[in-house]
């Protein structure tokens, strides 16, 4: 059977467009090269957190734009774990456990009362050293303030790249394990499918998700300046250990970095941004950094065992933006560049992407991450 889109790249981007595709009534085939969920998507933390990173925005980066897709992706978050328990039993941890971000110095507290007055309207309280240690008992005694944001969200994302691509392929989607794709077939000015090795996958529209190696992959370049797009992989480095009781309840964002602590007491502690190219290693540096952090945010942390450690690439951009929707190219698409924050964005990013290639209204502020804001001048 043909499909009608093919989408190059199974991680949480590949995923949740092929699900909701396939359930408005399209064929979707996801080609991936290793098996779906196999780099960035897995290894993340899985912070819901739209309004702890609204001020980790380049001065290029339109941050109000960035907000509003965050806060509406988070909100899709929710519908989507209770669709995936209600019709397919699967649970994909989603909590709406809140997160403070803590400050050591005065310096900290000033950046605190900035980053607040990014917020427009969300719920964020502003609270001294005190105060955040009652909310949080493990918290450092040279914690001197805070802000508890108490809508931000986490969720286990292997848990929910299980669930997104058994629910994809339920409604109709197809996956092809192990099919590295080397060439979008550009034909008479459309995308006609894709190249993997020598067999051509034929389709009406390709959809490319490969996260940070998207511009691997020959034919976007066609209508996109892909150097002034920047596309880059950022390294992260994870320590994971496990406390008990567990060491936090909300998700903890300070010194530099975070503590993501799971209701069992499993907790994350993260990360590194690192301009190594692709090398997949955990460092002694890497890891010094990530321990010192979480021993700053939390002593107690000190007897925890070291029970994991990976890395994996965020797909970075020049502009801090991701690469969603039309290229320029009919039938050509995009659903990359997301950063640190594409578990977040998955769910408002399948949205722009099924309306898009079904030609319905975007939702709001979706011209943000069009991808021919770096279209090729002629
Ligand atoms: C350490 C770390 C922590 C993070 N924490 C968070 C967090 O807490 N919250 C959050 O929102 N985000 C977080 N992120 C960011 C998030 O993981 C990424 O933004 C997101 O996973 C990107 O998804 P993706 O589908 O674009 O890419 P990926 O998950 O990398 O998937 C791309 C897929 O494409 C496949 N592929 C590539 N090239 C080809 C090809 N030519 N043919 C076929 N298949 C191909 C790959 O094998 C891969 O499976 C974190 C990232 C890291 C590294």
Redesign the pocket.
């Given at each position: 059977m043909a499909a009608d889109v093919v989408i190059?790249?199974?991680?949480?981007?590949?995923?949740s467009v092929a699900l909701r595709l396939a359930e408005a009534g399209l064929r979707p085939l996801v080609?991936?090269?290793?098996?779906?969920?196999?780099?960035?998507?897995?290894?993340?933390?899985?912070?819901?957190?739209p309004l702890a990173e609204a001020d980790h925005a380049t001065p290029a980066v339109r941050p109000a734009a960035a907000l509003r897709l965050g806060v509406k992706s988070r909100q899709l978050h929710a519908a989507l774990a209770e669709q995936l328990r209600a019709e397919h039993g699967v649970s994909v941890g989603f909590r709406r456990c809140g997160l403070m971000r803590v400050a050591f110095d005065e310096r900290e507290l000033e950046s605190l009362d900035r980053h607040a007055a990014l917020l427009e309207r969300a719920i964020v309280e502003r609270i001294d050293g005190d105060e955040a240690r009652r909310r949080e008992a493990s918290l450092s005694p040279d914690v001197v303030g805070a802000l508890d944001l108490p809508e931000e969200a986490?969720l286990e994302?292997p848990l929910l790249l299980r669930g997104l691509a058994l629910a994809a392929e339920r409604a109709g989607a197809v996956f092809r394990s192990g099919?590295?794709?080397?060439e979008v077939i550009v034909e008479g000015e459309r995308a006609r499918g894709v190249r993997v090795g020598r067999e051509r996958v034929e389709a009406e529209h390709v959809v490319v998700?490969?996260?940070?190696?998207?511009d691997?992959?020959r034919g976007i370049e066609r209508d996109l300046d892909l150097e002034a797009a920047g596309l880059h992989p950022?390294?992260?480095?994870?320590v994971a250990t496990e406390t008990r009781p567990p060491v936090f309840r909300r998700i903890v964002f300070g010194a530099g970095g975070y503590v993501?602590t799971r209701p069992d007491g499993r907790a994350l502690c993260?990360?590194t941004e690192e301009h190594v190219g692709f090398r997949r290693e955990v460092t002694f540096a890497g890891m010094r950094g990530i321990l010192d952090l979480a021993l700053r945010i939390a002593p107690r942390m000190a007897e925890a065992p070291v029970l994991d450690r990976?890395?994996?690439?965020?797909?970075g951009t020049r502009d801090g933006l991701p690469l969603v929707g039309p290229t320029g190219t009919e039938g050509l698409w995009l659903?990359?560049?997301?950063?640190?924050?594409?578990?977040?964005?998955?769910p408002i990013t399948a949205e722009i992407v099924r309306s898009a290639i079904l030609r319905q209204p975007l939702p709001l502020g979706s011209e943000a991450v069009d991808p021919r804001r770096f279209r090729r001048r002629a």
């Open positions: 190059v790249g199974g991680g949480v981007m590949g995923c080609l991936e090269r290793s098996v779906p969920g196999a780099e960035a998507s897995s290894a993340a933390a899985g912070i819901l957190g986490q994302p099919a590295y794709v080397r998700a490969a996260g940070s190696w998207t691997l992959v950022v390294r992260g480095q994870i993501v993260g990360s990976w890395s994996s690439f965020r797909p659903a990359t560049g997301h950063f640190r924050n594409g578990i977040l964005l998955a």
